[in-house]
């Protein structure tokens, strides 16, 4: 291809709820692509702040601003896929920071390997609360082929992913049953359609703020609740040909597999809430837990340390100690309590 108006149109989507204050810097790193074809489409889910206001003023630089009514984003980003003309879809996390090479080198990547349905990056992570900074990259492209290499977690971090339209159209996009998890559901699908990538580049910024997922315990355990929904649909899918969401919609939650898995991710957040201190989380966490009825050791120092708690002497260490030390030691690999 000679030029790089020969190479596929990407549409870039990126949906913002009530994120004015992140929107300048992250829409002007789109703006600073150095992609000539590309479409970029700015979703407004309904911000009651200043976001719509700042959003608009990127229209008269090419950007093309919807907003309307607030729909929740799976909903939100699955209509704004409808109405994009590019041949690739590149998803933009709010406030995260594309860097100006990001979209160029995806989509040429896309271009060489025609068996590659979607492809990822090396990432920077900002934590805008702790002040961490953390450099995720690998030192080779790593390839994901075949649906086990899916099933243990997402390699595919979601808003530094750019897909082929083609094949999201033919597993059916994302699915709104996943208001958590939306991405793990549509890997599972899409890696029927081919290999995903990974590639050896640090091409994004991506911040943790105090609103996002990882900052709160509620949203992270209904993460990886819908999470292990997602992975038991696809095992469903590869023995009967359909899912629970398939068949049931909004009853699958109703109907999912207790796991035993989730019961210990539950019960070693609810002790790493104990080391800072935040024992209403950690009494929530071991709810969650004690739901997957599972036996797990885990769970069970959980509930000895909240049953503690409540009597808990000003002598030895504190609460908090003791869970900073358990989650340290949960963290260890090869740890299998």
């Known amino acids: 291809m000679n030029s790089q108006n020969a190479l596929p149109k990407v549409s870039v989507v990126s949906v ?17 692509q150095d992609y000539e074809n590309l479409e970029i489409i700015l979703v407004d889910d309904g911000s009651s702040d200043e976001t719509l206001e700042r959003l608009r ?17 799976v909903r939100a980003l699955r209509d704004a896929i409808a109405n994009a003309s590019g041949h690739f879809i590149a998803i933009h996390g709010s406030g995260d920071v594309s860097y100006p090479s990001r979209i160029r080198i995806q989509a040429q990547h896309l271009v060489a390997h025609p068996d590659v349905v979607a492809v990822s990056c090396g990432s920077r992570y900002l934590n805008t609360v702790t002040g961490s900074e953390v450099v995720k990259c690998s030192q080779r492209t790593v390839v994901y082929s075949g649906l086990r290499s899916l099933r243990g977690r997402s390699p595919l971090v979601h808003g ?9 159209d033919i597993v059916g996009g994302y699915r709104t049953f996943f208001v958590n998890a939306q991405d793990h559901d549509l890997w599972l699908r899409l890696i029927h359609r081919g290999s995903f990538a990974v590639l050896p580049t640090v091409l994004y910024d991506n911040y ?6 990882s900052q709160s315990p509620y949203k992270w355990a209904l993460q990886k609740a819908y999470g292990q929904i997602a992975v038991d649909c696809s095992e469903q899918r590869e023995r009967f040909g359909k899912d629970d969401v398939d068949m049931f919609g909004a009853g699958a939650a109703l ?3 207790r ?13 790493r809430s104990l080391a800072i201190n935040d024992v209403v989380a950690a009494q929530r966490l071991y709810t969650f837990a004690s739901r997957e009825r599972a036996l797990s050791p885990t769970v069970a120092i959980l509930k000895l340390l909240l049953g503690m708690e409540a009597q808990w002497s000003g002598s030895g260490p504190t609460m908090a100690e003791w869970g900073l030390r358990l989650s340290r030691r949960f963290s260890q690999p090869g740890a299998h309590w």
Do not use: P, T
């Open 16 to 32: 913002f709820y009530n994120r004015a204050n992140c929107v300048d810097l992250s829409v002007e790193s789109l703006l600073a």
């Open 160 to 168: 530094q992913a750019m897909f082929r339209r083609a094949d999201y």
């Open 259 to 271: 796991s035993s898995r989730l019961a210990r991710l539950f019960a070693i957040r609810g002790i």
């Open 208 to 213: 943790s703020r105090s609103d996002g997922i």
């Open 255 to 257: 109907i999912r597999r």
């Open 57 to 73: 003023k990127f229209e008269e630089r090419g950007c093309r601003v919807v907003s309307h009514e607030n729909k929740g984003f």
